[in-house]
């Protein structure tokens, strides 16, 4: 059965600094997805990572993927307080972007 | 600004009472998909359909979850008989279904229901 976990699950930060969000899973996969939820919101697309050392940027946020360690990390760099949000990566189980197992989501919040 | 979209956006039933969800996936998307977030549980895919036809619903409880799509631009999730422990926020969420590498899921903004 496939595992996803993040790290952490709620991350308090302030506006300005900078932190990581770790993406651990348990099997192989060549595709992996972060999406944003804003609170009662839907998910928003992010990143789609598709191959050993893919490297994506938007803004202030910067994933990465690593398919031997079976990590994916998500950089914010010089957080504002409209990166607050849950944060979710998701494994592909077929390559089709089909079945996808999402984590368990990191709750950021930026303050002032 | 092509989007999903999902009918209702709340409902409130009481234990029992049929629950039909429903979802128009984006326009020239042909796989659908059923997911259901709870704080303990997190999201969870339910069920998905490629060209109408059911590909996986082993996540979906078989005794009272049933999902369909009776055309092209229509999924529905119904639950019946619904109990307390269905209360969740569903999403629906649509893709191309090629297999492409830029390729994702467009989520819907979900039903949020409380069984009474």
């Known amino acids: 059965e496939l595992k996803v976990e993040q790290n952490p699950l709620f991350l308090s930060m302030q506006e300005g600094k900078n932190y990581t969000i770790y993406c651990n899973y348990s099997?192989?996969?060549?595709?992996l997805y972060w999406y944003r939820q804003d609170p009662g919101k839907s998910l928003e697309s992010l990143f789609v990572l598709l191959s050993n050392g893919a490297v994506k940027q938007e803004g202030r946020l910067m994933a990465s993927l690593d398919t031997k360690a079976r990590l994916s990390t998500l950089h914010i760099t010089a957080a504002v307080h409209d990166l607050s949000a849950t944060y979710f990566c998701?494994?592909?189980?077929?390559?089709?972007?089909?079945?996808?197992?999402f984590g368990t989501g990191t709750r950021l919040q930026v303050t002032l | 600004d092509a989007r999903v979209t999902q009918t209702p956006r709340h409902k409130v039933t009481e234990m029992g009472q049929e629950v039909t969800m429903r979802c128009q996936p984006i326009?020239?998307?042909?796989?659908v998909f059923w997911y259901r977030q709870t704080m303990m549980q997190g999201l969870e895919l339910l069920a998905y359909?490629?060209?109408?036809?059911?590909?996986?619903d082993s996540g979906m409880p078989k005794d009272r979850f049933s999902a369909e799509m009776p055309d092209a631009t229509l999924a529905t999730l119904k639950i019946q008989p619904s109990e307390p422990r269905d209360s969740a926020v569903y999403f629906c969420a649509s893709g191309l279904g090629t297999g492409a590498p830029e390729e994702t899921q467009y989520f819907g903004p979900g039903t949020r229901l409380l069984v009474l």
């Open positions: 326009l020239g998307h042909n796989t």
């Open positions: 359909f490629r060209n109408r036809a059911p590909l996986d």
């Open positions: 099997t192989t996969s060549d595709r």
């Open positions: 998701a494994v592909d189980r077929t390559g089709t972007a089909s079945k996808l197992t």
